[in-house]
């Protein structure tokens, strides 16, 4: 059994090349890539597939543990096809390797009359290291789709907290939607990093499209007002609307030393004159 599993594995080692060939001919067909992609993957191929080909001839002749090299292998493979093909093609091209190995020592089973036991025995190899493949493979679409994921919830949660400037020292930050905590420790940080950078003397923060102000929002404005503050900052809250005024009142929560306007003209009315008097 086992000068049959050698045969079959140093087949399989000088024969890569040629069953690398026969692997990608039928990836190309799958992946059904565009020619720039097409020409890209051709030149890329060749030696990753007789690579992995080698390393399932070695594992039939030794049996040794090829652990690090699959998993360094299909790390470098799926780095290639994350970007490319999508992971369902990706898993389905791993059967490939399995489909040209089988025909060769389906071949030599009939040329060589091997039992057959000994394709059992060649599955009982390769097979799993074609499962830790895929597991790898999964591992690596799903950090790369994770990645992806990220980068787009944080331009989104940007876009949610946008600084306008209106002047050379005043901008305003239009809020629309809850303010979680989450929410607002990004408005204080994207507030602070923008104000420092515009070199912001007033920053308004218009709540017209804001649904509740209560105790938790309140106090997360608090935050922010008197974060900016210490970096000279004057903080204008507008927009509050009667019905969340009377909330406010409600709840005792006390706005007092927080200068508010009931919209947004007169606040930079408000600006204005101040700027004026100064002068």
């Known amino acids: 059994m086992k ?3 050698n045969y079959i594995g140093q087949k399989i080692i000088n024969n890569r090349k040629i069953l690398a060939n026969s692997v ?14 097409l020409n890209w993957y051709e030149d890329t191929d060749n030696n990753r597939a007789s690579h992995l080909i080698e390393l399932l001839g070695k594992s039939l002749i030794d049996k040794q ?8 292998w299909a790390k470098t493979e799926a780095s290639y096809l994350v970007d490319t093909i999508s992971l369902t093609q990706a898993l389905r091209s791993l059967a490939f390797y399995r489909t040209v190995i089988w025909d060769v020592f389906t071949e030599e089973l009939e040329q060589q009359q091997f039992a057959a036991l000994t394709m059992l025995d060649v599955s009982k190899i390769i097979d799993p290291l074609l499962d830790e493949i895929s597991a790898v493979f999964g591992e690596v679409f799903q950090d790369h789709s994770n990645k992806l994921m990220k980068i787009a919830y944080t331009a989104l949660e940007e876009l949610s907290v946008p600084v306008v400037p209106i002047n ?4 305003v930050v239009p809020l629309i939607g809850e303010i979680d905590t989450h929410r607002s420790q990004l408005i204080l940080e994207v507030t602070m990093e923008e104000s420092s950078k515009l070199k912001l003397e007033y920053l ?3 709540v017209t499209g804001v649904p ?4 938790m929002v309140a106090d997360n404005l608090f935050k922010v007002i008197y974060a900016l503050k210490l970096l000279g900052v004057e903080t204008i809250i507008t927009g509050i609307r ?3 005024a009377q909330t406010i009142v409600s709840i005792g929560v006390n706005f007092k ?7 947004l003209p007169t606040a930079l009315s408000s600006i204005d004159l101040k700027v004026v008097h100064q002068n």
């Open 257 to 263: 030393g927080v200068t508010t306007f009931a919209d």
């Open 242 to 244: 009667p019905e969340i």
């Open 3 to 5: 000068e049959e599993l």
């Open 212 to 215: 509740v102000i209560d105790t």
């Open 168 to 171: 050379k020292n005043v901008a």
């Open 65 to 72: 543990q090829l652990s690090k090299e699959i998993v360094d």
């Open 24 to 37: 990608t001919d039928l990836q190309k067909n799958l992946y059904d890539l565009s020619q720039n992609n």
């Open 204 to 206: 308004i923060l218009d």
